[in-house]
């Protein structure tokens, strides 16, 4: 429901038009992603920006799948140069990201049936944190919290492997919210280039 409601996010920010105008740089009105995935987006496109590591949290992994999607899309090489170079950490919550992008390491918790609810039931799990929780805070009570920095240095340290469990025939269904915002990022895109061009 959390994947479905955010790609429906553009249609709230148009019903919000007819009270205020936000525009971006080439003068067309956000309807595009949220803001967040906007976000991901410029980064990962950025040729000063190369990281080796994304990791994601809860929300965090849809915004993630919905960039990569979106890249994926619009611009083929870079998705490769990214999935070539680039491992993919997802804590509290198991999201799908595009086929190209086959290291990725999926982290719940024991605990956690909130992430499970926003989870894809068809990917398995790679790290279980045990006696955690959905939160990240180390100071969270009864020491549920997760250690973010312990869980992404023992993903880091399974370098090299390429998990089996990510790809199952459900994807193209499970995933179909992330693959429509990634097409309209990519109608867009291509009609604001074209009106530039004209310009």
Same mark, same amino acid.
């Given at each position: 429901?959390?994947?479905?409601?955010?790609?429906?996010?553009? @249609?709230? !920010?148009?019903?919000?038009?007819? /009270?205020? %105008?936000?525009?971006?740089? !080439?003068?067309?009105?956000?309807?595009?992603?949220?803001?967040?995935?906007?976000?991901?987006?410029?980064?990962?496109?950025?040729? $000063?920006?190369?990281?080796?590591? @994304?990791? =994601?949290?809860?929300?965090?992994?849809?915004?993630?799948?919905?960039? @990569?999607?979106?890249?994926? %899309?619009?611009?083929?090489?870079?998705?490769?140069?990214?999935?070539?170079?680039?491992?993919?950490?997802?804590? /509290?919550?198991?999201?799908?990201?595009?086929? @190209?992008?086959? *290291?990725?390491?999926?982290?719940?918790?024991?605990? *956690?049936?909130?992430?499970?609810?926003? /989870?894809?039931?068809?990917? &398995?799990?790679?790290?279980?944190?045990?006696?955690?929780?959905?939160?990240?805070?180390? *100071?969270?009570?009864? =020491?549920?919290?997760? %250690?973010?920095?312990?869980?992404?240095?023992?993903?880091?340290?399974?370098?090299? $492997?390429?998990?089996?469990?990510?790809?199952?025939?459900?994807?193209?269904?499970?995933?179909?919210?992330?693959?429509?915002?990634?097409?309209?990022?990519?109608?867009?895109?291509?009609?604001?280039? &074209?009106?530039? %061009?004209?310009?």
């Amino acid at each position: 429901m959390n994947s479905i409601r955010h790609a429906f996010e553009p @249609l709230d !920010s148009f019903t919000k038009l007819f /009270s205020k %105008s936000e525009e971006l740089e !080439s003068g067309y009105l956000w309807t595009r992603t949220s803001k967040d995935t906007e976000t991901v987006i410029a980064l990962l496109e950025d040729q $000063r920006f190369a990281p080796r590591l @994304l990791v =994601g949290h809860s929300k965090g992994n849809l915004v993630l799948s919905e960039a @990569l999607y979106a890249i994926e %899309s619009e611009h083929p090489p870079l998705a490769e140069a990214i999935a070539t170079r680039t491992r993919i950490v997802t804590i /509290s919550a198991k999201v799908g990201m595009p086929m @190209l992008f086959k *290291d990725v390491i999926d982290v719940m918790c024991a605990w *956690d049936w909130f992430g499970a609810l926003n /989870s894809r039931p068809d990917i &398995r799990t790679d790290i279980v944190v045990p006696h955690a929780w959905h939160s990240t805070n180390p *100071d969270f009570p009864l =020491g549920m919290g997760i %250690s973010v920095p312990q869980t992404i240095a023992q993903a880091i340290a399974m370098e090299g $492997r390429t998990p089996a469990g990510r790809a199952t025939h459900l994807a193209a269904i499970l995933d179909a919210p992330q693959r429509m915002i990634a097409q309209r990022y990519d109608t867009i895109e291509r009609r604001a280039l &074209r009106e530039r %061009s004209r310009g």
